[in-house]
């Protein structure tokens, strides 16, 4: 019997010895997930899946598990999962559900305006770290497995996907998009058609609008609407003229309504464009950053770069062996693999010589408060990660004229 303070945590979950043993791969998920929704329905859908997993993890640490040890392991983890910088509003007026979740851009965003997240997925550790560290939630796994869309509870208001887009092949021949099995697209679509939430919200690369003469596009829109029977708005929009970002990222945005649920969808219209008010220098980190960020006067490009890089008021970008400027004075789009190979690394001049832009600023010109946490991963991860997010202030203003339906 255990007599000490019984002292448990979610990374306990990640223990070696404690992988060998796990029949679940999705537990911490399920766990958070449960905890997340303690104080509404919600949390019946995870409960009997999570006490499993809490039993599990006693039983491997402590060799019991008494009423007593679960009950205190569980306001410890309920602590835990709550106690992070962005929880979830406590009046929340909507629920929604986060697939290809990322860092979490579209959870901050629709969490700022009273929304409660029920369910989200994603694939990659490293952001899966980060969403957690900054919302107290493990993502679920890979959505393409029917085990992971199983947990996603049976009703919510809206779907957000900023889904990865993949043309369609296979057996060594490409058929475009008419077939949308075998894209991630796909399981956007089970998804919808089982649950059919009100709204469906995506986001994409502004090329998705183009990729194969359009015909990709074409069957998204198609299947949204004539085979799910939804009504669909698209819209490109850029941060800096629709965010007041000062970086120049265009987007295609699609929201769709449940006709026979939104009756008004009509109504609906997206944001308006805004001045910039907002200069690279409202975001940039004041003084001298760390060593590792500049280019030392005997690096290889750097004659380059010091003969071109004239402007302290601009973000260039170092495009393999020349430097771009950026003529509007504002960041240029920031990529996923801007941390790798030294291809499309947003520079900058300061008062201490030429240097890349930090992870921290990279995650500022993507609309995250200064309070997001950024855990301690490889840089290049950070970059990535903030290469492939949405800017969050733009998701909060689209969202806000969809609640304005709702």
């Known amino acids: ?29 399920i766990l958070t997930h449960y905890l997340h929704n303690a104080d509404n329905g919600v949390s019946k859908h995870y409960k009997k899946g999570a006490l499993s997993a809490l039993k599990n993890l006693i039983e491997y640490k402590f060799d019991d598990t008494s009423n007593k040890v679960e009950e205190e392991a569980l306001q410890q983890l309920l602590f835990e999962v709550e106690n992070v910088p962005f929880p979830t509003p406590e009046n929340y007026t909507f629920k929604f559900v986060d697939l290809f979740a990322g860092i979490g851009g579209f959870r901050l965003a629709l969490q700022n305006i009273g929304g409660k997240c029920i369910f989200t997925s994603e694939w990659d550790n490293a952001a899966k770290k980060t969403y957690r560290q900054n919302f107290g939630e493990v993502p679920f796994g890979d959505i393409t497995k029917n085990t992971v869309k199983n947990y996603v509870p049976e009703k919510f208001d809206i779907l957000c996907a900023g889904f990865p887009c993949q043309a369609f092949s296979i057996a060594g021949y490409r058929k475009g998009f008419a077939d949308t099995r075998g894209t991630l697209f796909f399981d956007v679509e089970q998804i919808v058609e089982k649950h059919r939430p009100k709204v469906v919200f995506l986001e994409n690369v502004k090329n998705l609008v183009s990729h194969d003469n359009g015909k990709t596009f074409k069957t998204i829109i198609e299947v949204l609407e004539e085979k799910l029977g939804y009504k669909t708005y698209c819209s490109v929009l850029n941060s800096m003229t629709h965010a007041n970002i000062p970086q120049n990222r265009e987007r295609i945005f ?8 939104v009756k008004n969808h009509f109504e609906f219209k997206f944001p308006k464009e805004i001045d910039l008010t907002k200069t690279i220098h409202d975001i940039l980190e004041k003084g001298k950053q760390e060593e590792k960020y500049y280019y030392s006067e005997d690096h290889k490009y750097y004659p380059e770069l010091n003969k071109t890089m004239t402007s302290k008021d601009t973000v260039y970008q170092w495009r393999r062996v020349y430097v771009r400027e950026n003529k509007s004075n504002v960041c240029p789009t920031l990529t996923a693999n801007m941390g790798t190979g030294g291809h499309n690394v947003p520079l900058i001049k300061d008062d201490y010589g030429i240097r890349k832009l930090t992870p921290r600023e990279c995650f500022s010109f993507q609309g995250y ?3 997001y946490i950024l855990p301690n991963l490889a840089n290049s991860k950070l970059y990535k990660q903030a290469g492939n997010s949405v800017t969050t202030t733009l998701v909060e203003r689209i969202a806000n004229e969809i609640l304005k339906i709702l």
């Open 1 to 29: 019997m255990v007599k000490e303070k019984i002292n448990i945590s979610i990374e306990e979950f990640e223990g070696k010895n404690y992988q060998i043993k796990l029949v679940e791969p999705e537990d911490k998920a």
């Open 254 to 261: 699609i929201v769709a309504f449940d006709p026979g649920k």
């Open 369 to 371: 408060p200064k309070n």
